[in-house]
């Protein structure tokens, strides 16, 4: 089981930058280490579903994002700290939304939520015109 706890949400105005941070923790009964999943962002937005943001490959090789995050928002990871990052900039108001941070074993369809494995319970992130 791994447990996954975000931090770092809070409220913006357009223009502005946030940096959200997710802590990974494992069951020690558990066999898969942090590095061996995907890790990925996801957002829902008041009143829609919840959508793909951006994700990382295990070793940093690969990072995805979804074209309106593109150019604004980069996704990191630190295996040594079992932690990955989203570094958000130039936000906007429809970036509103709780942001969730989930693991996948592996980036087949890595934009799709059903392949993620864990979720943690998400942060808020506001932003305000």
């Known amino acids: 089981q791994v447990q996954l706890v975000e931090s770092g949400g809070g409220s913006v105005q357009a223009g502005g930058s946030l940096s959200l941070s997710c802590a990974a923790s494992?069951?020690?009964?558990?066999?898969?280490?942090?590095?061996?999943?995907?890790m990925g962002w996801f957002r829902q937005a008041p009143e829609k579903e919840r959508e793909f943001v951006a994700a990382?490959?295990?070793?940093?090789?690969?990072?995805y994002y979804v074209d309106y995050v593109k150019g604004r928002f980069t996704i990191s990871r630190d295996n040594a700290k079992n932690m990955v990052f989203l570094q958000m900039n130039s936000l906007n108001t429809e970036d509103t939304g709780v942001y969730y941070c989930?693991?996948?074993?592996?980036?087949?369809?890595?934009?799709?939520?059903?392949?993620?494995?864990?979720w943690g319970r998400g942060a808020q992130v506001t932003v305000s015109s």
């Open positions: 989930a693991a996948a074993p592996d980036a087949y369809a890595y934009m799709d939520d059903s392949r993620y494995e864990y």
């Open positions: 494992r069951s020690p009964v558990s066999g898969r280490p942090f590095s061996a999943y995907v």
């Open positions: 990382i490959t295990q070793s940093s090789q690969r990072t």
